[in-house]
């Protein structure tokens, strides 16, 4: 684990990094006990150049905000050594009983509940080693790096995007997002962030095939309406429109059911500075019906993002 | 009739401290009663629905065969660290689950280990079945709406009906949910806001006193503004499985109080 560094510490990416754990079930890993035959390709297809982007990378650590951990009072962060155990997944366990193992970055998780206290803001570090991960923190952090060889720190959801309005919940999520780069800044790290949000988040209300949840030809957007929402906002953040994006945001999430509304996004975007430059997209899919982009903001090339914003590829 | 004793209850790690607050104390009184309750009926079988275990794809019953371990509360993870065992009826969970679906709702019966049991569900059968008599699980399905929740209850408690065992009913639900957003001393939790005070006392005395025109008009008028849990679905769930498919006899509200600023309830229908 690393020690601790002074000053100078920086975001060196960050990925929209949708969580539906049909994508680690088609991917077969040796930790998750359900088989399968694949499936939901295009999306595990642009989750493998986002790995080959961390690689390249070098971080330190990787952060992830997961609305699958939800916490009342403040945010809350993983802040013990080593995390591991089985995580079965209570809405999907039929396709993720999944055997983690973790390391935190502990140093950066207690920086995190600092910084986040001297902003006024609730925090508290979760020191419980029986803790027991949630998927979406587990199906970020593994599609984004399968080799578990990055520690990580984890923050929950706080509850406040729904249980006040869009307004107040999402300062709150901002907030957060300038707490978590002074940490890094402060600790030295290199860190990516992964923001586990689907877009759209209207789903089947039933599995279209119960005897093979990969059958691909079951799979699509739930809704038109959906689609046009996922497209009209991808194409926002492509463009670097991020106050734009931020302006329409709450009616996509009133209209489309968006998991953006839990924060991650916004947490990941306010760490960043509010890019306005480009982010690349590495591919967009549906699962059981909801809408998901593979995002990627690259704080140091930004020149090349501004171009990729008006049609080029990186 | 094999189903002997229906309750709503409100749990959370709180009640674990009985002693720091007595509204605790008086929910955890009101779990106890209900528990000596179960004995006097001879209750061979409880059956749960709570809104902390959701499903989304289609239905889901529980029918772990090894439904052992430790839980570690989402939120209270310092200080609610839950070892629980259930010896889960998977017959009965099977029978269920295939008359969900004969009546329209597919899902499935879950047997995997490790399976995360919510927090209110563990601490409701941890005072309520000390002597750890069978039990299954019902989650509550987010896209099944108020009546479709009904509907559901009533198709259950015809299999219920039918079998030789005394069961009970027991709903998981909060009333409100309006939290403390903010660390509060425990000594001091209260219900949170004056609106949710109101509703509480208003529900309160519609229920107690089988008034269900108020209940129903306070819940339509001031439902949304007290973030009731889930629409408070449970009622919902509970009127599905009386035998005429509404409520008809007032309730005994045994206690109602606060669990870090939400308000819950102990009753017996």
Known sequence: ?314 | MTVVARALVSTAPQLLKPELNPAYGGLVNGLQAVEVDFKKLGVERIVYWSTQWISVLGQMFQAGSDLTGTHVDENWHESCELPFHFRVDQKLAAELCAGAAKAGFPGQCIDYRDFPVDTATIIADRFLNPDKIPVTMVACNVYCDNEKTKSLASELFKILEARKEKIAIVAVSLLSTSYHTSTIDLREDAIRGDEENAFVANFVRAVSSADWITLSKTIAHDGAKIRTDMGLKALSWLEGTMPAGRFSQPWNVLVTGPLYGASGIVAQL
């Open chain 1, 1 to 314: 684990m690393k020690t601790t560094r002074s000053g100078n510490g920086e975001i060196v990416a960050g990925f929209l990094a949708p969580h539906p754990p049909h994508l680690v079930y088609a991917e077969n890993p040796t930790q998750n006990e359900p088989k399968s035959r694949g499936g939901w390709e295009p999306l595990r297809w642009a989750y493998e150049n986002c790995r080959q982007r961390i690689k390249e990378l070098k971080p330190d650590v990787i952060l992830v905000h997961s609305p699958h951990w939800q916490t009342v009072v403040g945010h809350h962060v993983t802040a013990t050594p080593r995390l591991e155990g089985r995580s079965v997944d209570p809405i999907f366990p039929h396709l993720f009983r999944f055997d983690y193992g973790m390391d935190v970055d502990v140093e950066l998780a207690e920086a995190i509940v600092d910084e986040c206290k001297g902003a006024g803001l609730e925090a508290k570090p979760m020191q419980n080693p029986k803790f027991r991960v949630d998927y979406g923190t587990i199906v970020s952090l593994h599609m984004l790096n399968p080799d578990w060889d990055i520690p990580v720190v984890g923050i929950s959801a706080n509850n406040s995007p729904y249980f006040y309005d869009d307004k107040i919940g999402q300062e709150e999520m901002s907030q957060l997002g300038h707490a978590t780069a002074k940490a890094i800044a402060k600790t030295g790290r290199r860190a990516v962030l992964a923001a586990s949000n689907t877009l759209s988040h209207l789903h089947f209300p039933q599995e279209p095939n119960p005897g093979l949840p990969e059958d691909m030809s079951c799979e699509h957007i739930q809704s038109q309406a959906q689609y046009e929402w996922d497209v009209k906002i991808i194409n926002l953040l492509r463009a670097g429109k991020i106050d734009e994006f931020f302006e329409v945001m709450p009616q996509f999430c009133r209209e489309a059911f968006a998991e953006i509304k839990a924060g991650g996004l916004t947490w990941m975007l306010e760490a960043m500075g509010r890019p306005r430059y480009g982010a690349k997209l590495h591919g967009y899919g549906t699962v059981i019906g909801t809408g998901n982009a593979v995002m990627e903001w690259l704080p140091d090339n930004s020149p090349k993002s501004d171009s990729q914003a008006s049609g080029g590829q990186k």
